[in-house]
């Protein structure tokens, strides 16, 4: 599935975070992790000598460290992990020369030119959250083909790596209701739909978990349900369109993984790179 788990490091302790998680999915996949760092002029052999040092403490086989001088952060870690089988596990706010915060910076300008998910770990991640094998993948949705983008990823992590998958639709109360009488809207429909998404990314004939939370934070209500699972992994498409009673997943993708107590797998569409507004078709 993956060969190579390719880590930007910048010194920071946060940024340092990633090595965990990096090197649960690379001893599980039989990967090897490619330490990074991106440097200004004349700190390569420093940056060399640091991440050396982190290579020789990891209990899983790394490559030869890799430092770049470039001003340009998230072009040269996007251009790490061009080749085949490449992943990018990378934490959500580090320094790199000046400080950047996700989504909107580094981390969404590697999702914007990279070609495939990237494992993010924010800064709320529990020591002692679940390890990967045999935990919970917990994948959103709010019915949209762009969040849904990120359903044939999920199935492939849940079927090698042995993860018990659940799918979480977020509805905001205030908008299921009816038009006339104010009744509640019967969730029937978004039921049956995430039922269906379940019973896809099921493992070995196995339907996976499901649930429709109601809650008008859908970050909140993701980052609570993953912490009671608990989840080993949250999948999500960074991007979603507004459907029945749902909020955009790419408005709260930010938010879940700022909170999350486990990494956060993002997905930018493919249709978001050229400014499409769909998934191209096939």
């Given at each position: 599935m993956y060969r190579t788990v390719v880590v930007p490091l910048d010194g920071s302790e946060l940024a340092e975070r990633a090595l965990g998680p990096a090197s649960t999915v690379a001893r599980a996949a039989g990967a090897e992790l490619q330490l990074m760092r991106v440097v200004g002029a004349g700190g390569a052999e420093e940056a060399h000598r640091y991440l050396e040092g982190w290579a020789a403490r990891l209990d899983v086989p790394c490559r030869p460290p890799y430092v770049i001088e470039a001003d340009w952060v998230a072009e040269c870690?996007?251009?790490?992990?061009?080749?085949?089988g490449a992943l990018i596990c990378l934490t959500s706010h580090g320094s790199s020369g000046v400080r950047r915060v996700l989504l909107g910076s580094v981390a969404e300008d590697v999702l914007r030119l990279g070609s495939g998910p990237v494992l993010v770990v924010g800064p709320e991640l529990a020591s002692g959250s679940p390890t990967l094998q045999g935990g919970r993948l917990l994948v959103c949705t709010d019915g949209s083909a762009f969040s849904e983008s990120i359903l044939p990823v999920a199935a492939e992590w849940a079927s090698h790596f042995g993860l018990e998958p659940w799918v979480t639709s977020?509805?905001?109360p205030d908008a299921a209701t009816r038009a006339a009488g104010r009744e509640p809207v019967p969730d029937t429909v978004d039921s049956a739909h995430v039922e269906r998404v379940a019973r896809g990314l099921g493992v070995n004939?196995?339907?996976g978990g499901w649930e429709v939370l109601y809650d008008r934070d859908p970050a909140a209500a993701i980052v609570d349900f993953a912490a009671r699972l608990p989840a080993a992994i949250v999948a999500m498409a960074t991007h979603g369109t507004t459907g029945l009673a749902r909020v955009a997943i790419g408005s709260v993708a930010a938010d879940v993984v700022r909170h999350a107590p486990c990494p956060v797998l993002v997905l930018r569409p493919d249709g978001l790179h050229d400014g499409t507004t769909e998934p191209p078709a096939g």
């Open positions: 870690i996007a251009n790490a992990a061009e080749e085949p977020v509805v905001d004939g196995t339907a």
